[in-house]
Nanobody, 132 residues
Framework: QWQLVESGGGLVQPGGSLRLSCKASGFTLVDYSIGWLRQPPGKEREEVGCISSSRAADDTDYAVSVKGRFTISRNSATNTVYLQMNGLRPEDTAVYYC???????????????????????WGRGTQVTVSS
């Protein structure tokens, strides 16, 4: 059974850091591009970054709003993808989700495609609040 579980959210002061985790079960993360998306209160969901599958050398891509502050990485041994967030700002407050495409899509497209609607599997999200 496919499952993605996010963790690591919380309350942090502006300028602080958090590391979110996305633990997968039922499938092998290295075979899939994985996206991190967020939904701020009252706003639409947006993708902040993604990591390609191992077939595409774990290439990463980021939204302009987080480039240089956020970093996505993968640990194949624990089947986990991470989102390291530094220099957090109040506008980063949101529920953060990780997502994966279907097996069929992943078999033909190893690259992550930021901002493209390719995801079929989602976690339940973890809340990140940046406030003093």
């Amino acid at each position: 059974q496919w499952q993605l579980v996010e963790s690591g959210g919380g309350l942090v002061q502006p300028g602080g850091s958090l590391r979110l985790s996305c633990k997968a079960s039922g499938f092998t993360l290295v075979d899939y591009s994985i996206g991190w998306l967020r939904q701020p209160p009252g706003k639409e969901r947006e993708e902040v970054g993604c990591i390609s599958s191992s077939r595409a050398a774990d290439d990463t891509d980021y939204a302009v709003s987080v480039k240089g502050r956020f970093t996505i990485s993968r640990n194949s041994a624990t089947n986990t993808v991470y989102l390291q967030m530094n220099g957090l700002r109040p506008e980063d407050t949101a529920v953060y989700y990780c997502a994966a495409p279907s097996r069929e899509f992943a078999s033909i497209q190893p690259m992550c495609l930021i901002q493209a609607p390719i995801y079929s599997h989602w976690g339940r999200g973890t809340q990140v609040t940046v406030s003093s």
